[in-house]
């Protein structure tokens, strides 16, 4: 795909190609998913985990090129999935990221950490050991009998005996057994969960009930059957887990990442030099809802009551001055954070057009808006949305 720009047509942009001279007219960031192969898009540790809503490594690692060096220092306010903080560290840039999601603390704990790779292998294919050992033999069902520790109805209700079984027994070793990667196994055994839940495949990121019946399938055009196991997903994922945190460790330089649970209204930003961030959008997607079936198993707090532009408020007028006061909030404690000249880079769905007032508020100058067309070819989401990449500059 090919756009036309002041008469020229541009080529879709190279990440790796950016420099900081790269002028911003010559950027054409309209990938689709075609245009970005799979393998391109979910690159090492970005697909450890699903996450609905993050935004594609190449967006981030353009702005990263363009506006950071080697040794200064990003933030995220909204980190998600990691994809800002994962990227800068391929670079030698050092980041912070703050996230009122506990889950998505955890996922970029396991994303960005160091690990011994011999270590980490190890662990994680000890434990899957012992829970196919307690679970998938004669022995180990002897003596695991009818044991199930589920006393959460969501656990009851969501996923069949045995994959239930199986999930709450990898919990257990996880919890008792010391692990150095705890975090790690953690995302493998949400990853496991999230596949084993009793759901249609066309109905991945919001299942409205439990599906305990033989159904149609959309996505396969067939009559499918409802998921009765989790090991077969445990052992899968634990691979590809291994595989991922591997593929990464060559490109991970000694940049520091820093990563904590926090509301970003209300915390004491670092010094750094500039922001890149995808903001929660307004009443569109519950972050903790996608990721429920984690809490329950993992035991996560639950604050999907206080993101910025939660999905449960909707997009009233009250819910949008919230959301406008909030944004407005989170980025001016970022730019008293950076010098002059610094950047923040917000990839934004702004269909209110509220962000030129949040700019104003915070005492920032728009350098540029550049559009941004997406176009999605995958099952369910095959739509296209625009959303803008706002760049402005503290001046």
């Known amino acids: 795909m ?23 007219s010559r950027l054409n960031l309209n990938w689709d998913e075609g245009d970005l192969s799979v393998h391109e898009r979910t690159r090492h540790v970005h697909r450890l985990h699903p996450f609905l809503g993050k935004y594609i490594p190449q967006l981030a690692e353009i702005f990263l090129r363009k506006y950071f060096k080697a040794g200064q220092t990003v933030a995220d306010p909204f980190a998600g999935s990691g994809t800002t903080l994962v990227q800068a560290n391929e670079l030698g840039i050092h980041s912070v990221g703050y996230d009122i999601s506990v889950f998505n603390v955890l996922l970029c704990r396991a994303k960005t950490a160091r690990y011994d790779l011999e270590q980490m292998e190890a662990e994680v294919l000890e434990i899957l050991q012992r829970v ?36 709450l027994t990898y919990r257990h070793f ?32 919001a299942p409205k009930h439990p599906q305990v019946e033989p159904y149609f399938c959309f996505k396969h055009s067939r009559i499918c059957q409802p998921p009765t196991q989790a090991y077969n997903f445990l052992e899968r994922y634990s691979r590809d887990a291994i595989r991922r945190i591997k593929a990464f460790a060559p490109l ?8 904590h649970h926090a509301d970003s209204r ?31 198993l993992l035991g996560l707090q639950d604050l999907r009551t206080q993101e910025i532009g ?28 950076m010098p002059s000249g610094g950047h923040l880079i917000v990839v934004a769905a702004d269909k209110a057009g509220i962000y030129p007032e949040i700019a104003k508020e915070v005492g920032v100058e728009t350098e540029a808006v ?22 402005w500059r503290k001046p």
């Not at 090919?2 to 911003?24: K, M, R, S, W």
């Not at 750094?272 to 997607?285: E, H």
Request: hydrophobic share 40%; aromatic share 8%.
């Open 252 to 259: 991970r330089s000694s940049a520091t990442v820093e990563i």
């Open 266 to 296: 209300n915390v004491d930003f670092p010094p750094i030099d500039g922001v890149i961030t995808s903001p929660p959008y307004l009443g569109l997607i519950d972050y903790h809802q996608q990721h429920t079936f984690a809490s329950h």
């Open 174 to 205: 996880l919890n008792t057994g010391n692990c150095h990667y705890a975090d790690l196994l953690g995302v493998i055994l949400s990853r496991s969960a999230r596949s084993a839940r009793l759901i249609p495949h066309f109905e991945w990121d």
């Open 132 to 167: 196919r050992d307690a679970t998938q033999t004669d022995e180990g069902l002897a003596v695991l009998g009818k044991r199930d520790e589920a006393e959460d109805k969501y656990l009851w209700q969501w996923f069949a005996p045995n994959a239930r079984r199986e999930l």
């Open 310 to 337: 939660a999905a449960s408020e909707g997009k009233s007028q009250k819910a949008l001055h919230a959301y406008k006061e909030g944004m407005t909030t989170v980025f001016r404690r970022a730019a008293a954070a």
């Open 2 to 24: 090919l756009i036309h720009e002041e008469n020229q047509v541009l080529p879709f942009t190279v990440a790796g190609e950016v420099t900081p001279d790269t002028p911003l």
């Open 370 to 391: 550049l559009q941004r067309q997406v176009n999605r070819r995958v099952r369910h989401h095959a739509n296209a949305f625009s959303e803008s990449v706002l760049i």
